[in-house]
């Protein structure tokens, strides 16, 4: 190896050291902005965004299908509408934009299935990036990160489905306070396991992995509980002279807060491992600020 070359890797190496002390020294909330606007996340938000409005939302739509045994009285706009506690005139615009569970009988095809569970993987994949990225680390190969991000859309159904299933969110004893709390830790599990599935070499310092399960729980298990109840309804009734096309533009803009959410945690993930996992390892993972060229490997 030349001098220079050998000369470039220290200055490289000095660079990502002088990166964590800076990060370190700046307060959570300013370090998870920069790192924010470095990895340009307002437009992997807007990608993220239309690829969960295009998977999440079709296969909500299955699923209440299957569990309401494809009714024909059954709508997903009722559980919207009970879930949301909308009336009047809003209420009639969500029943009548979902139809009933009978209509989705025909899309519950092995085929039809998977259509939507394939088209969950290019998600998936965004997610990755955002995440390779905010944690500037290299990303996999096209084929392993499909692999990846296939298994982390496993994991993140069935952390939800699991947490569903555990309570609807309603709060009205001590008891439903209780299955709240209890219903976070899949949402804990699932964020916690993210690194370690999403992005190259993510399971080292495997104890400071926790602080991305928090911060999921917090962003994902809790502001966006709380958005979805307080917010979307909001929304809903700003578009309500739109007729069913307003609560379409109100659900779309559900899914591009959650998904800008979902690059805040990557970022607060990244920043608060970085802050306690040891300086060393941190520097030693680091690929670069910026993406790698994926047509180089």
């Not at 993930?269 to 520097?283: F, G, H, L, N, Q």
Request: hydrophobic letters at 50%.
């Amino acid at each position: 190896m030349d001098d220079h070359l050998l000369g470039h890797l220290r200055d490289g190496l000095a660079h990502r050291y002088e990166q964590l002390e800076e990060s370190r020294s700046l307060g959570v909330p300013l370090a998870t902005t920069r790192r924010f606007f470095e990895i340009e996340g307002l437009d992997l938000g807007g990608l993220l965004a239309l690829e969960l409005f295009t998977t999440i939302i079709p296969l909500a739509l299955l699923g209440f299908g299957w569990i309401s045994d494809f009714s024909p009285t059954l709508s997903f706009g009722d559980l919207l509408i009970r879930q949301l506690r909308l009336d009047g005139t809003l209420a009639q615009e969500v029943r009548d934009l979902f139809g009933s569970g009978a209509s989705l009988e025909s899309s519950w095809t092995v085929i039809g299935l998977a259509s939507f569970l394939v088209w969950g993987i290019p998600m998936s994949s965004q997610v990755a990036k955002t995440f390779a990225r905010a944690w500037r680390r290299e990303r996999f190969p096209l084929l392993k990160e499909a692999f990846r991000g296939a298994a982390w859309f496993v994991m993140f159904l069935g952390a939800h489905v699991a947490s569903l299933a555990i309570t609807e969110g309603q709060v009205e004893s001590f008891t439903d306070l209780l299955l709240n709390v209890v219903s976070l830790v899949p949402l804990f599990v699932m964020w916690s396991l993210t690194p370690a599935v999403l992005i190259r070499n993510g399971g080292v310092a495997p104890k400071h992995l926790m602080w991305s399960g928090v911060v999921g729980v917090v962003l994902d298990g809790i502001i966006i509980r709380w958005i979805t109840r307080l917010l979307l309804p909001a929304l809903m009734r700003g578009w309500i002279g739109f007729g069913p096309i307003g609560v379409t533009m109100a659900i779309m803009t559900w899914c591009t807060i959650v998904a800008a959410l979902w690059v805040v945690t990557a970022c607060m993930a990244a920043v608060i491992w970085e802050r306690y996992a040891p300086a060393d390892t941190v520097v030693s993972q680091q690929d670069t600020v910026h993406e790698p060229r994926r047509g180089s490997r």
